[in-house]
T-cell receptor, first 111, second 119 residues
Framework: GESVGLHLPTLSVQEGDNSIINCAYSNSASDYFIWYKQESGKGPQFIIDIRSNMDKRQGQRVTVLLNKTVKHLSLQIAATQPGDSAVYFC??????????FGEGTQLTVNP | GAVVSQHPSRVICKSGTSVKIECRSLDFQATTMFWYRQFPKQSLMLMATSNEGSKATYEQGVEKDKFLINHASLTLSTLTVTSAHPEDSSFYIC???????????????FGAGSRLTVL
């Protein structure tokens, strides 16, 4: 399943499918882009980040893709599990400046 | 790993009273902490940057006399919502820089949040 980030704040996928969460950012001068996961009633948790001079970074079951040409960031989650259900926020950061959060996407994983 | 503890996790108060929320870095020192506010189904909005030993830096539109921030030590920042009103009801979250990621970004560790309900 795939979301359009700011325009589609919800994404529903079947357990085991891959999820793609998208985010459009605004500051072309940002040095880092970060994905956070926020479960209901909790604070955000760091998932993965990527420097602006990279276009892809992989973690455990997650991959972040950065397209600076169109200012687009995506988070891919492989073999989505029920525990992945949460709101996912992208954030951008320029060194020495504060973190700016995107709107967020609610991911729901159906068993 | 780095842990940020927030207390209380939930608080209900009457309109006109003041409420204090504590944010502690448990296993690291934090010269800078950040306070966010989050409404249901919305993103995090930075309210202020809390600096140890000096005045907090407030974001535009955030009333500093309404939201008092004190960062008296390297492990504790407090947010006091003064003369709370129902419109102040929200989820307040603090964070602190806990180190660098493998990419070199400053990693923010967030507290679990404090849900304030003003009756």
């Amino acid at each position: 399943g795939e979301s359009v980030g700011l325009h589609l704040p919800t994404l529903s996928v079947q357990e085991g499918d891959n999820s793609i969460i998208n985010c459009a950012y605004s500051n072309s001068a940002s040095d880092y882009f970060i994905w956070y996961k926020q479960e209901s009633g909790k604070g955000p948790q760091f998932i993965i980040d990527i420097r602006s001079n990279m276009d892809k970074r992989q973690g455990q079951r997650v991959t972040v893709l950065l397209n600076k040409t169109v200012k687009h960031l995506s988070l891919q989650i492989a073999a989505t599990q029920p525990g992945d259900s949460a709101v996912y926020f992208c954030a951008e950061n320029k060194s020495g400046s504060r973190l700016t959060f995107g709107e967020g996407t609610q991911l729901t994983v159906n068993p | 790993g780095a842990v940020v503890s927030q207390h209380p996790s939930r608080v209900i108060c009457k309109s006109g009273t003041s409420v204090k929320i504590e944010c502690r870095s448990l296993d690291f020192q934090a010269t800078t902490m950040f306070w966010y506010r989050q409404f249901p189904k919305q993103s995090l909005m930075l309210m202020a940057t809390s600096n140890e030993g000096s005045k907090a830096t407030y974001e535009q539109g955030v009333e500093k006399d309404k939201f008092l921030i004190n960062h008296a030590s390297l492990t504790l920042s407090t947010l006091t919502v003064t003369s709370a009103h129902p419109e102040d009801s929200s989820f307040y979250i603090c964070s602190a820089t806990s180190g660098g990621s493998s990419s070199g970004a400053n990693v923010l560790t967030f507290g679990a949040g404090s849900r304030l309900t003003v009756l």
